[in-house]
């Protein structure tokens, strides 16, 4: 089995990619894993979903890790995140 790596190191390794964890560590308070082992890891969202739903035998957690949104000034979100419009001068 692969090594559990902290969340700093999943970060570093597989930024801009879906990860697929397994046997990890996420406090319900909050919003990233501590830890965990990466099973499968993709920049592509549908070779990502490929491969997991190819292999759905164990308890995981997904998540995409970097920027969900680029670095706009004109955005406008709601407090939950969801980009609702987009503001221009």
């Known amino acids: ?3 559990k790596l902290t969340w700093e190191e999943i970060k ?3 930024d801009g990619e879906w990860v697929e964890l397994i046997d990890y560590d996420w406090d319900d308070t909050e919003s990233d894993p501590q830890a965990g082992v990466v099973r ?3 920049k592509d969202k549908k070779e ?3 491969l ?3 292999r ?3 308890e995981s957690a997904i998540v995409y890790v970097g920027e969900i949104f680029p670095q706009r000034a004109n955005n406008i979100f709601s407090a939950n995140l969801h980009q609702y419009s987009s503001y221009r001068k």
């Open 56 to 58: 759905p035998d164990c």
């Open 40 to 42: 499968f890891h993709s």
């Open 1 to 3: 089995m692969t090594k």
């Open 48 to 50: 990502f979903h490929k």
């Open 12 to 14: 570093k390794q597989y």
């Open 52 to 54: 997991i739903l190819d």
